[in-house]
C-alpha cells in the first residue's frame, strides 16, 4: 500500500537529524574516534539529537542564513563555536586545529544550501577564504574523511557544478542580499529525507510534489510504499510528532551594522 505525506522544512530536518545519528559510521565515531557538527539550521538538529540537548538559542549555532527576504548571515559577535566531539565529548578547542587531527573513520557533518541529482552538493561561502567548508576540504578530501551532509530536499537545483560556474564574492556587483562565492561538493554522503526514511524504517521513499502555504513553504511530498500495518503504524506517528516541530523562526544581521550592504536596506 502506498501512504503520502507532506513535511515542513523542521519536520524534515528533525527527521533527517534523528537518520544521521543513526548511520553505523555515526555511531562507530561517537565511541571510537571524531566528530564535527558544522554551524547550519539542520546541523543543530543533528546535534541536539546526537548530543540529547535542548538548544534554546539556535542563531548562536547558524552562520549564513536566508532570511527576511534575502541571502544574508547572522550576527558574528552571537556567534557560539561549531561542536568538536572526540569519543562523545564535547571539546573547547578551535574548530580548525581539531579537523586537522581527523583521519579516516572520522566523521564530518556539514549541511548545504543545495544538492543536485547527481549526488553533488552545494554550499554558498560568504567568507573570503571559503569559510568552514573552504577552511577544511582539502584536510578531508586528502585524508579520506567522510562526510556527511544532512539536507532536505526542499533545496534541490539542476546542477550544483554549473551553479559554482557563475558564483563568487569578486563577481557580484550590486545585487539584493550578501555576495557569495559556492563551492560544489561531490562524493559526501547525502542523507535527506528519502534517505531518511530507509535508515529509520527501512521504506523506499520517493518525491512526488514540493512546495505549499500557510506555513508550509518549502514542503516536500513523498510517497512511501509500506510493507505491513505495524510500519504504517510506526510512519504515521513519527510523521504526526515530526509535524508539530516549530519553524526556526533565525533573524539575520541588521543592515545598519553590515559592513558591505546591498540594495535590500532595513527602511
Given at each position: 500500500?502506498?501512504?503520502?505525506?507532506?513535511?515542513?522544512?523542521?519536520?524534515?530536518?528533525?527527521?533527517?537529524?534523528?537518520?544521521?545519528?543513526?548511520?553505523?559510521?555515526?555511531?562507530?565515531?561517537?565511541?571510537n574516534?571524531?566528530?564535527?557538527?558544522?554551524?547550519?539550521?539542520?546541523?543543530?538538529?543533528?546535534?541536539?539529537?546526537l548530543?540529547?540537548?535542548?538548544?534554546?538559542?539556535?542563531?548562536?549555532?547558524i552562520?549564513?542564513v536566508?532570511?527576511q527576504?534575502?541571502?544574508?548571515a547572522?550576527?558574528?559577535?552571537?556567534?557560539?563555536?561549531?561542536?568538536c566531539?572526540?569519543k562523545?565529548r564535547v571539546?573547547?578547542?578551535?574548530?580548525?586545529?581539531f579537523?586537522?587531527?581527523?583521519?579516516?573513520?572520522?566523521?564530518?557533518?556539514?549541511?548545504?544550501?543545495?544538492?543536485?541529482?547527481?549526488?553533488?552538493?552545494?554550499?554558498?561561502l560568504?567568507?573570503?577564504?571559503?569559510?568552514?567548508?573552504?577552511?577544511?576540504?582539502?584536510?578531508?578530501?586528502?585524508?579520506?574523511?567522510?562526510?556527511?551532509?544532512?539536507?532536505?530536499?526542499?533545496?534541490?537545483?539542476?546542477?550544483?557544478?554549473?551553479?559554482?560556474?557563475?558564483?563568487?564574492?569578486?563577481?557580484?556587483?550590486?545585487?539584493?542580499?550578501?555576495?557569495?562565492?559556492?563551492?560544489?561538493?561531490?562524493?559526501?554522503t547525502?542523507?535527506s529525507?528519502i534517505?531518511?526514511?530507509?535508515?529509520?524504517?527501512?521504506?523506499?521513499?520517493?518525491?512526488?510534489?514540493?512546495?505549499?502555504?500557510?506555513?508550509?513553504?518549502?514542503?516536500?511530498?513523498l510517497?512511501?510504499?509500506?510493507?505491513?500495518?505495524a510500519?504504517?503504524?510506526?510512519?504515521?506517528?513519527?510523521?504526526?510528532?515530526?509535524?508539530?516541530?516549530?519553524?526556526?523562526?533565525?533573524?539575520?544581521?541588521?543592515?545598519?551594522?553590515?559592513?558591505?550592504?546591498c540594495?535590500?536596506?532595513?527602511?
Amino acid at each position: 500500500m502506498i501512504n503520502t505525506f507532506a513535511l515542513h522544512p523542521a519536520a524534515s530536518k528533525n527527521l533527517i537529524a534523528r537518520a544521521v545519528c543513526q548511520l553505523p559510521e555515526v555511531k562507530w565515531a561517537w565511541g571510537n574516534g571524531k566528530i564535527f557538527i558544522g554551524h547550519g539550521s539542520t546541523n543543530v538538529a543533528v546535534a541536539q539529537e546526537l548530543l540529547n540537548l535542548k538548544i534554546e538559542h539556535p542563531e548562536q549555532y547558524i552562520s549564513g542564513v536566508i532570511s527576511q527576504r534575502v541571502a544574508c548571515a547572522t550576527e558574528p559577535r552571537g556567534r557560539s563555536k561549531p561542536w568538536c566531539i572526540d569519543k562523545g565529548r564535547v571539546l573547547d578547542v578551535d574548530w580548525i586545529d581539531f579537523v586537522n587531527t581527523f583521519k579516516a573513520g572520522d566523521i564530518f557533518i556539514k549541511g548545504a544550501n543545495a544538492i543536485d541529482p547527481a549526488g553533488n552538493a552545494g554550499i554558498l561561502l560568504g567568507d573570503l577564504q571559503g569559510g568552514t567548508i573552504g577552511k577544511s576540504i582539502g584536510i578531508l578530501k586528502a585524508r579520506g574523511v567522510q562526510i556527511i551532509v544532512p539536507v532536505g530536499l526542499e533545496k534541490m537545483i539542476l546542477s550544483c557544478p554549473v551553479a559554482e560556474k557563475v558564483m563568487g564574492i569578486e563577481k557580484s556587483a550590486r545585487l539584493l542580499g550578501m555576495k557569495t562565492g559556492y563551492i560544489s561538493v561531490s562524493n559526501a554522503t547525502i542523507i535527506s529525507e528519502i534517505e531518511s526514511l530507509k535508515i529509520l524504517l527501512d521504506l523506499d521513499a520517493i518525491q512526488i510534489a514540493a512546495g505549499g502555504v500557510g506555513g508550509m513553504e518549502g514542503a516536500v511530498v513523498l510517497a512511501v510504499n509500506y510493507k505491513d500495518e505495524a510500519t504504517e503504524q510506526e510512519l504515521i506517528k513519527l510523521i504526526k510528532g515530526l509535524s508539530r516541530k516549530p519553524r526556526l523562526n533565525i533573524k539575520r544581521k541588521s543592515c545598519r551594522d553590515c559592513e558591505a550592504p546591498c540594495a535590500m536596506l532595513d527602511n
